[in-house]
Every structure is written in C-alpha cells, then in structure tokens.
C-alpha cells in the first residue's frame, strides 16, 4: 500500500483559502473574484476579518518559537499540530488498488533510484549469456580496430647509417612503411632494427633508409 504524505507547502495553500486583494476597493467592499477562494469563507467574513484572523491564527505556544534565522526555525510553529494532525489522518486513508500510475507514485523515489544504480554498477565487468550473437563483441572489436596506438621511436641518423648489420629479412606479419608519405605494405624489414622496408625491383626505400 502507498501512502503519500504532504508538505508543508500543500498544507499551508489548504488553510490560506482566499489570498490578499491588491486593490483597496475590493478590501472595502468585499468583492472577490470567483475563482479564488473558498466559498464558505466568502460568504461567511470579509476579507479584512479573514486577512486578521490568519494574521493571529496559532495553535502552539509563541513563547517555544524560535527566531527566524535560528538552525531550528519553524515557519509553521504557529500551526504545528494542525500540520502533523492532517498528516496523520491523510495517511490513515488507505489507496485503492485500482488506481492510475500517476496516484499510485510516492512523494519520491530517491531510495528505489538508489538501489537501481548500485546493482547497476555491481554488473559493471561481468559478461552474461545472452542468445544470437551478443552486440558487445562487434562493440569491442570496433573499439580494438580504431584504438590509437603509440608508434615506436624510429632510430637516429647515425644508427641507421652505421652500416652495419642492416640485412633485409622476411617478416613473420605483413605492415605497413616507415617511409613518411608512404601507406604501403610489405613483408620485409630490417634484420638489426625490425624496421619495415620494401626490396625489390624498382623499390630502392631500403637503400634510402640507410644512406640518406
């Protein structure tokens, strides 16, 4: 069963029933507009009589109130236990079941956000069985595909003009040059420094690599 509680707000708009005039005339001579207000009331005091009685109006002890600014200040002490007196005749009504969505929600659902998103973030990492071809596996492998990786440092000038050991040799994975400008592919590379080259006819990159 859902109980809902009202605030203070809602129970302060059920006693202010008729809000200040801001005309002096209708104050005089009583006219209201018929959209305001409660009816009883209207017909039963002017606004004047009203204005004054909700001026003095209490329930509680004045001299308990503490001053406005104060940690525990109440801008309801005046009418306290009229406030928690509704409350607990309002919450002793009980719900029907059959009831819209909309009447059935509490004042929050804070605690209930809460809970969802802690078991949310406990399930952060696991992998559970789904049926077909799971989506997250095209989701990683597009990320592993387009994922930045550092390039190694290319030698210095005076290494890769040594001339000494720089024989080409074949590579056991296929890549690509480390020509700038070049987006090739090749099989070969450099036996001292696994520096991918292409050799063969008409291709003098491996040359050029190491004598300019």
């Not at 909309?102 to 809970?115: G, V, Y």
């Not at 890769?160 to 070049?182: E, N, Q, V, Y």
């Not at 001292?192 to 040359?207: A, H, I, N, P």
């Amino acid at each position: 069963m859902c109980r809902r509680y009202l605030f203070d707000r809602e129970i302060v708009q059920l006693l202010e029933n008729e809000p200040p005039s801001d005309s002096e005339d209708d104050l005089e001579s009583g006219d209201r507009s018929p959209n305001l207000g409660n009816q009883i009331i209207q017909e039963t005091m002017s606004v004047n009589q009203f204005e004054q009685i909700r001026q003095f109006i209490h329930f509680n002890n004045n001299n308990n109130m503490l001053v406005k600014g104060h940690v525990g200040h109440d801008r309801l002490h005046k009418i306290r236990p009229v406030t928690e007196t509704l409350k607990k005749r309002f919450a002793s009504i009980p719900l029907e079941e059959a009831l819209s969505i909309d009447e059935q929600l509490c004042s929050t659902k804070a605690p209930a956000f809460k809970e969802d998103s802690a078991i949310s973030l406990c399930k952060v990492g696991q992998l559970t069985s789904t049926r077909g071809r799971p989506s997250n596996i095209i989701k990683n492998a597009l990320i592993q595909k387009f994922k930045k990786r550092n390039a190694s440092k290319p030698p210095n000038q005076d290494l890769r003009m040594d001339r000494i050991d720089h024989w080409p040799i074949d590579a056991l994975t296929r890549s690509r040059f480390k020509i700038p400008g070049c987006n090739g592919y090749t099989w070969q590379a450099c036996k001292k420094y696994q520096v991918r080259l292409c050799v063969g006819k008409g291709k003098t990159y491996f040359k050029k690599y190491h004598t300019t």
